[in-house]
């Protein structure tokens, strides 16, 4: 994805004079639905791509018998990926667990609430929706304090969401259902792009795990959060385009200010 190589000094002398940008690469699967990326995409004149580059990988049954946990043990699950969802059923109709009807599911996002559909029959005495974190579900983990509660997630763990169920005194089990892993993006090998958006420190990881000898040289790189900021500044990329911030909440209000400097006011 990368030919010639600058210095981290070079790069940022050379990026911050606004290259024209006319391709970009984001590291996420296609919006199904109306996105700003189209409207973007439109206005610019943009060629933009969708790739993800992590996936999950599930964990299997054998794998998963060793933690000794019986899932219908658990009269509360917290939910806070479509990942966890699809795990949490898959795993129970593998290990022939007996969900009861009266499982309690805390889901951190409607969009997560709204999955679960496909699954259960949605009751609202037993389905509890968040905004985006788990401190919007504090007052049904405060009422139900006592009871036990399972957290599926991924190799890469839950911190915030651990840090604040030990906070609230909540008796809790993490178990692992599913792995984020890399991505093959050896096709891209001889591929360039303008930008490259990430939205992880797993997507960069994954750039350094495809291609070990990356120069980013003309490659602007656009980050979303602090810790993805960091991983890519880890690696020696020079960041560009960062969010969110005050001026650019979103990737896109991040990317189009950039876009507007680049290519000229439209």
Known sequence: MASKGMSLQETAEYTE??????SLLISQPKPEEKSPYYDM????GLKIDWRPFIQVAPVTEKEFRKNRIILSDFP?????SKGAVDNFFRLSEETRARISQ??????????????????????????FVGKRVAEDLAHYF??????????????LGSTEIVGYLDKLGINHTEVVMYKTVSADLSDLSDVFYDVLAFFSPQGIESLFENFPDFQQNNTRIAVFGNATCK????????VNIK?????????????????SKANGNK
């Open 142 to 155: 405060n009422k139900y304090k006592l009871e036990k509660y399972l957290l599926p997630c991924s190799n």
């Open 17 to 22: 004079k606004y290259l024209p940008v006319k």
């Open 243 to 259: 969010a969110p911030t005050p001026e650019a909440p979103s990737m896109t209000k991040a990317l189009e200010n950039y876009i």
């Open 76 to 80: 509360c699950v917290i939910l806070n």
């Open 102 to 127: 009266d499982t309690r599911y805390f889901c951190l996002t409607e969009a997560i609430a709204n999955y679960l559909q496909k699954f259960i029959l949605y009751r609202k005495r037993k389905v």
């Open 231 to 238: 991983a890519a500044e880890d690696k020696g990329l020079f």
């Open 41 to 44: 995409e439109l206005k610019w």
